[in-house]
């Protein structure tokens, strides 16, 4: 088990012809995901990596029934393409494309509403079931299957996680990317309660930042749920200055928002085990899994 | 990117929204015909620059002559305005916002965001204006959130408004029109914020933005590349515009501690755990991860020009896009070009460790290669409090 995506999981890639979607798509393929088929409007009827490409998501749905898909588009047409696959129907949407418009996110949030889909990103590392399916922007070499389960705003820190766990032979059973933007798809409390509910995840790592809420709902999640799985969090900038973007757009918000010493004091409260550096993620995981 | 005062009134007045009339002046003898060609006995003369409580500092000035406004200008142009939000060697003033005064009955405050909860774009009004108004989110529990459907503010939101507010509808309307055209540019013009500080209610029953804030996604600058003229590079950082004309996202600070990280939360990450272990970060760089070792080297030249930076500590973390042999490659670039003597301290996990590595020893580069992020922490720290801080 894992969550969301599997070796059962089919995916399409749209923007498919596209560098990087290339390169990560041919990953994915010598990775054993099942990648069914592409999009790229102009260049239906062709074939690339040869899987066959389509004009549209909704021919591509017709003809291949994908699971996910993968988006790797410009951010100037991200959201239309997000819509696209809403509307396709399509039940995972994995876009890791940076440097979208906010109102666009607002505009392909509205669309997620009342729909089939769940979308993971943007700005994301994308997802990864090692050794089954990826989807997204990750390297293979540092994963391993496994046991923890990990969810991430950053895709750096997100890997040095995936490093540890690996070095320490605990694994992964799905790690997410829910990205650094501040609209965005899945949170970590739905990642909390997908792993909460598979039996293959022992573990839950959460990575976080300042800015949004999203640490904060996870810890009112884990307080009202009370797991027996453990939880270690580790949250980053503690130091940032306030009111300034730091890489991710969602660092910076308008009327302040939540702080990292905010996020840290309600996922402590809720019971998790906060750790204050990246690099202690890993241990902290094998300690509490050795206490259970 | 953040618009100046006359800029963002000149765009919500294209939407319709109420703004007092103005013009900006960039000389004394400017503000004066700015005065007499707007009319009336009083002005308000005003200070651009990109900073709230511009009138503690001085920056806002009532006048009742062209001449004083004249006098008001002579003053404050070139004058660099010291507010909680410029740092110690303040801004200076390049022009003055000349603007007709009006009679005002009540203040109060009204500013349109993003919720990002709720994923959609909200307005909010306070009972209470004024400077030191600190957006937090404890500030924003106090606010009236004005509901929208697709029709507009609908009635029932404006009763419940005006109740809130305490005063009486035909008001209550009149500031929900404002910010249906305030919501409308906001939409329109991708913007991050506007905020409008005070809003005035005035003696003749009009509402008046006296202050406009507005700032546009730089992630749409793409949808309205008439705006990008409005940009004012003075206001930001040399080092930062030259990172950002390189996709290399830097937030400059004010230790000595240079830092480049690949990606965002990993920079955050080594600021809190530098400052942890008692060092000060002179910046936050983050290198993207479609980077090219140009760039790297471009970011690592900022560095090594920034006469604070004691040392310089890089963290790459490999991954499936950017591999560390590019960082290597690009610090390799600067140092075998340059000759440049900082010390850097290096550690690196992931893709392309081993040859990143390799990389460096082999081109003589003063790098302490490090086993852990808290080693090349401590290293770099240890290096930057040696010597002269």
């Known amino acids: 088990m894992s969550i969301l995506v599997d070796r059962n999981t089919k995916v399409i890639f749209q923007g498919i012809t596209g560098k990087t979607a290339t390169r990560m798509a041919e990953r994915a393929i010598a990775g054993n995901t099942n990648v069914v088929g592409g999009v790229r409007p102009g260049r239906g009827g062709t074939h690339h990596l040869n899987v066959p490409v389509y004009d549209t998501v909704a021919e591509a749905v017709e003809s291949t029934a994908p699971d996910a898909s993968a988006i790797f588009v410009p951010p100037q047409f991200a959201a239309d393409a997000m819509i696209e696959a809403i509307e396709a129907q399509i039940p995972l949407i994995v876009c890791v494309t940076e440097r979208i418009p906010v109102l666009d996110m607002v505009r392909v949030k509205a669309a997620l509403k009342e729909s089939k889909s769940r979308l993971i990103g943007p700005n994301s590392y994308g997802i990864i079931t090692p050794g089954e399916c990826r989807i997204g922007v990750m390297p293979d070499r540092p994963h391993s299957p496994g046991k923890i389960g990990i969810a991430s705003r950053s895709a750096t820190l997100a890997y040095a996680a995936v490093e540890q766990t690996t070095r320490l032979e605990l694994g992964q059973s799905t790690s997410i990317g829910i990205g650094g933007d501040s609209v965005h798809g899945i949170g970590f409390a739905e990642c909390v309660e997908l792993f909460l509910a598979d039996n293959k995840t022992a573990g839950i790592v959460l990575i976080g930042e300042l800015g949004g809420n999203d640490e904060e709902e996870a810890a009112a999640l884990l307080k009202a749920e009370k797991p027996k799985k453990p939880v270690v969090a580790y949250i980053a900038g503690v130091h940032a200055p306030a009111g300034r973007r730091m890489g991710h757009a969602g660092t910076i918000d308008f009327f302040g928002d939540r702080s990292s010493a905010g996020k840290i004091e309600a996922l402590k409260d809720a019971g998790a085990i906060v750790v204050n550096s990246p690099t202690l993620i890993g241990h902290a995981m094998r300690q509490a899994l050795w206490r259970l | ?389």
């Open chain 2, 1 to 389: 990117m953040n618009l100046h005062e006359y800029q963002a009134k000149a765009l919500l007045r294209k939407f319709g929204a109420a703004i007092p009339d103005g013009e900006n002046a960039t000389s004394p003898d400017g503000a004066a015909d700015a005065a007499r060609r707007l009319g009336g006995d009083v002005w308000v003369v005003k200070a651009q620059i990109h900073a709230g409580a511009r009138a503690q500092a001085g920056g806002v000035r009532m006048v009742s002559s062209p001449e004083k406004a004249a006098a008001a200008a002579r003053d404050l142009l070139g004058k660099h305005i010291v507010t909680a939000q410029t740092g110690p060697e303040g801004i200076a003033v390049k022009s003055v916002y000349v603007e007709k005064a009006c009679d005002v009955e009540r203040e109060i405050y009204a500013a349109i965001i993003v919720h990002r909860a709720k994923a959609s774009v909200v307005v909010l009004v306070g009972r209470e204006s004024g400077t030191g108004v600190e957006r937090t989110l404890a500030r924003r529990e106090t606010l009236f959130e004005l509901p929208f459907g697709p029709d507009g503010a609908d009635q029932a939101g404006i009763e419940a408004m005006a109740a809130f507010l305490s005063i009486d509808q035909d008001q209550a309307r009149k500031v929900a029109d404002m910010l249906t055209q305030a919501r409308r540019a906001f939409i329109e013009l991708d913007a991050r914020l506007i905020e409008l500080n005070p809003l005035a209610l005035t003696k003749t029953g009009d509402v008046m933005a006296l202050d406009a804030k507005m700032i546009i996604d730089d992630n749409a600058m793409w949808r309205h590349p008439e705006l990008e003229e409005l940009r004012d590079k003075d206001e930001t950082h040399p080092l930062e515009r030259a990172a950002d004309q390189f996709e290399i996202n830097y937030a400059r600070m004010d230790g000595n501690i240079g830092i480049l990280t690949m990606g965002a939360g990993l920079g955050l990450a080594t600021m809190d755990m530098i400052i942890d272990e008692g060092g000060h970060p002179a910046n936050f760089m983050d290198v993207r991860p479609m980077a090219t070792r140009d760039q790297v080297a471009e970011g690592i030249k900022l560095l090594i020009n920034d006469n604070r930076v004691k040392v310089i500590l890089v963290m790459a973390v490999g991954g499936g896009l950017l591999h560390c042999d590019t960082i290597a490659e690009g610090l390799g670039h600067v140092f075998g070009k340059t000759g440049a003597a900082k010390p850097v301290v290096y550690y690196a996990v992931g893709t392309g460790k081993e040859i990143s590595e390799l990389t460096l020893k082999n081109q003589g580069i003063p790098v302490a290669i490090t086993d852990s992020m808290e080693e090349a922490v401590e290293e770099a720290v240890r290096i930057a409090g040696s010597g002269s801080a």
